[in-house]
């Protein structure tokens, strides 16, 4: 039977599944536990949401439904991504745990910070986009044009809100997967830092591609971070190296 390392010897195939079945369960309990909460909770973080709305729109924000089940639908989209949200610190406790087992005592103390930093870097993604979907929100608005009366249907404009947070989250684990590939002997310093003008085009061009609300604004927001990530990453991958 197929084994893996842990600290006190292997594991067998059978338990190491048996490890990673229990805590996705409980981490979907995480998730369907805080989605209650945002569930009921629904109204405030609703407000939340609204805010760039408002900031673009001012005085004219209110969300237009036409369809009796739009209002229950939306409260189940909030309460499954805010339970999402939430847990996301959990799911990764659960990551960090799981394959903790099967690390060297070398590989096991880089293990933690970079959960964490993956927790830091996913926050601020989702505090940027969060800042940023406002002027998305005004560039999608004046390249209508003037004779367009703006009010969104409370759906459509969360699933645009929560993808922009999910691809800027995602995006800003960038450094972190650039570290790891440098600590794992993959990529090397001296290489990133030799490719970097490639690295901006690719990053320009990606960005580009991913943004969401395709506004130049949010492009831009996205793209500058993840420049700037890059020449970050090497730096600490030069000092880890060493």
């Given at each position: 039977m197929a084994r893996f390392r842990s600290p006190s010897g292997t594991m067998p195939l059978a338990a190491h599944l048996a490890e990673a079945r229990r805590?996705?369960?409980?981490?979907?309990s995480a998730i369907g536990l805080l989605g209650v909460v945002a569930f009921v909770f629904y109204t405030p973080l609703l407000h939340v949401l609204q805010l760039p709305y408002?900031?673009?729109s001012p005085g004219?924000?209110?969300?237009?439904?036409?369809?009796?089940?739009?209002?229950?639908?939306?409260?189940?989209k909030v309460g499954f991504f805010g339970g999402l949200m939430f847990a996301t610190p959990v799911i990764l406790?659960?990551?960090?745990?799981?394959?903790?087992p099967g690390l060297k005592v070398g590989e096991r103390r880089y293990a933690f910070p970079f959960v964490v930093a993956g927790l830091i870097f996913f926050a601020f993604g989702v505090v940027t986009a969060y800042f940023v979907?406002?002027?998305a929100l005004q560039w999608l608005q004046s390249i209508g044009g003037n004779q367009l009366v703006t009010q969104y249907n409370p759906n459509q404009y969360l699933s645009l809100f929560l993808l922009?947070?999910?691809?800027?989250?995602?995006?800003?684990?960038?450094?972190v997967?650039?570290?790891?590939?440098?600590?794992?002997?993959?990529v090397t310093p001296r290489a990133l830092l030799r490719h970097w003008r490639y690295a901006v085009i690719g990053i320009t061009v990606v960005s580009a591609g991913i943004t969401p609300s395709s506004d130049w604004f949010s492009m831009f927001a996205l793209a500058?971070?993840?420049?700037?990530?890059?020449?970050?990453a090497i730096v600490v991958g030069k000092v880890f190296r060493r």
């Open positions: 805590r996705f369960l409980l981490c979907c408002c900031h673009a004219h924000c209110q969300f237009l439904v036409t369809n009796p089940l739009d209002g229950f639908t939306l409260r189940i406790w659960h990551l960090w745990r799981f394959i903790t979907f406002n002027r922009m947070m999910l691809v800027f989250g995602l995006s800003f684990e960038f450094p997967v650039l570290v790891g590939l440098q600590l794992g002997n993959i500058v971070p993840l420049v700037v990530f890059y020449f970050l």
